[in-house]
């Protein structure tokens, strides 16, 4: 992978202000701290911090150059430098997506792209891992998906790959237009459109059509991955002109999923559905909203000619994210259910769900941190969240955050006793609540948005759980 001053001054329109046309760059870095030897260090200007203050740095590094805006030319000072390239660009953001795009370009390697509310990452990682039976893949890695993370991921393609898989998030106005003006990509496909960002976004609507600009924008003699079960996807597909596949488990799909049972610590099965192939797969993952994440991976392997055969072992090899319907063993017959990495309104419902279906005999109890991000919509959502507990019979309640009293207030008043509904005040509380009540057979669910860090209470009684391993080894001191 190397890139040349002449590709980035016709990919970026931008400005040479010192080196020559011929000079390579091995790679592309925005991050000072990680940079290569040969790399190109393109300094981005952010909320929290300014790029710019690092281009010296980058160069003392063994940067071989740096992009930057047009504005900040003459605030730095580039003497003992001048065997290093210095590039001027209008926009520094700009700038890495055109550099992205021309990598693209050059490649022409087919783009499968994915955007949604929920299950992004997963879907994504479902995706390429059926993919990979067949084809070398690239893909976004975690959840590096946005202005900054896809193109960075572009720029790491090659003549090697055949398909890449990349995963485009939403948290300002026009970022999915933008990115998919970087990705032009092949395959289109919206995992859902729910209530998500609504703080940044305003409302459902306003979401579903930023969403939607991936159908809208992308190349229209591509093909699209339509989920039937969403109402508000099936309406934004209705104007794509290229080809459409569906898939669902509610209404009637191209690609579906009978006879779902969710097996308790052994995951998921479902029949899958599609042209007169059928197959049994079994998730190791927990929850019947995983498997539409699992048929969209389905649909788009037989896109690309993936045996059935292939792609069915590929879901059933599948390792989940951490903190994403992680199932973890406390001991004495105690489950814990990790999905601590995010929340909203939609996700915590399903997981909220899984964890009644899969108790069994066992009490179900709900740790919930608070939603963040939904704007005007945030007390009604958690006084809803309140009413699915009751709804679902959840047996034991404990929540954390500024809207804890809402969906404590709402259980109880929605029939939950009130000496089974709790507000922690912090992590710590929530910890040694749990730690009181528990017992054999119960099933536990961890969950609240990123900015809670509800995975301090799954290390919380993680410890409990590595001292009693330690305690009850045949190694440990008498």
């Not at 001053?5 to 701290?33: C, N, P, W, Y």
């Not at 969209?296 to 319907?325: H, N, Q, V, Y």
Request: charge should be neutral; hydrophobic fraction near 40%.
């Amino acid at each position: 992978m190397t890139f040349s001053v002449e590709e980035i001054l016709k990919a970026t329109g931008g400005r040479l202000l010192q080196g020559k046309e011929r000079m390579l760059f091995k790679g592309v870095s925005t991050d000072s701290r990680t940079l290569c030897e040969g790399d190109l260090f393109v300094a981005l200007k952010g909320v929290r911090f300014d790029g710019h203050h690092f281009a010296i740095e980058a160069l003392e590094k063994r940067a071989a150059g740096v992009v930057i805006e047009e504005d900040r030319a003459g605030d730095i000072r580039w003497d003992g430098y001048q065997s290093k390239a210095i590039i001027a660009v209008k926009s520094s953001l700009r700038a890495l997506g055109d550099l992205a795009r021309d990598r693209r370009r050059k490649y022409r390697t087919p783009v499968v792209a994915l955007t949604g509310s929920n299950g992004k990452t997963t879907t994504k990682e479902m995706i390429a891992a059926c993919l990979r039976t067949t084809f070398p893949v690239l893909k976004t890695e975690g959840n590096l998906n946005n202005l900054i993370g896809l193109p960075l991921t572009l720029l790491k393609l090659t003549e090697k790959e055949r398909v890449a898989v990349l995963e485009m998030g939403m948290n300002v106005h026009g970022e999915v237009r933008r990115l998919t003006e970087i990705a032009e990509p092949d395959v289109g496909l919206i995992t859902n459109i729910q209530e998500a960002h609504l703080e940044g976004m305003g409302d459902l609507e306003k979401i579903k059509k930023e969403k939607g600009e991936l159908f809208r924008r992308m190349r229209q003699d591509g093909s699209i991955i339509v989920n039937q079960d969403d109402p508000r996807v099936v309406d934004l597909a209705q104007s794509f002109l290229g080809q459409k596949i569906s898939y669902g488990i509610e209404r009637p799909a191209d690609v579906t999923a009978r006879e779902i049972r969710l097996r308790g610590d052994q995951g998921t099965s479902f029949r899958f559905v599609s042209e007169g192939e059928e197959a049994e797969i079994h998730l190791p993952l927990f929850g019947r909203h995983l498997v539409l994440n699992a048929l969209s991976a389905l649909a788009t392997a037989s896109l690309f000619g993936i045996k059935l055969e292939r792609a069915k072992e590929a879901l059933e090899d599948f390792k989940p994210f951490p903190m994403r319907m992680e199932l973890l063993l406390l001991g004495g017959g105690i489950h814990l259910i990790n999905d601590a990495y995010n929340a909203n309104p939609r996700s915590m419902e399903h997981a909220l769900e899984t964890l009644t279906e899969m108790k069994e005999k066992g009490r179900a109890i709900a740790v919930l941190g608070d939603m963040l991000e939904l704007g005007d919509f945030t007390e009604e959502a958690h006084r809803n969240l309140g009413k699915k507990i009751v709804e679902l019979s959840i047996d034991l309640l404990i929540a954390l955050g500024e809207e804890a009293a809402l969906v404590v207030d709402s259980a109880i008043q929605h029939g939950l006793k009130p000496e089974k509904a709790f507000i922690a005040e912090d992590h710590g509380e929530a910890v040694f609540l749990l730690k009181q009540m528990m017992r054999e057979g119960d099933w536990i669910l961890i969950k609240g948005s990123r900015g809670m860090a509800m995975e301090k209470i799954v290390r919380g009684l993680s410890e409990r759980r590595s001292r009693r391993d330690a305690l009850s080894s045949p190694l440990s001191s008498s």
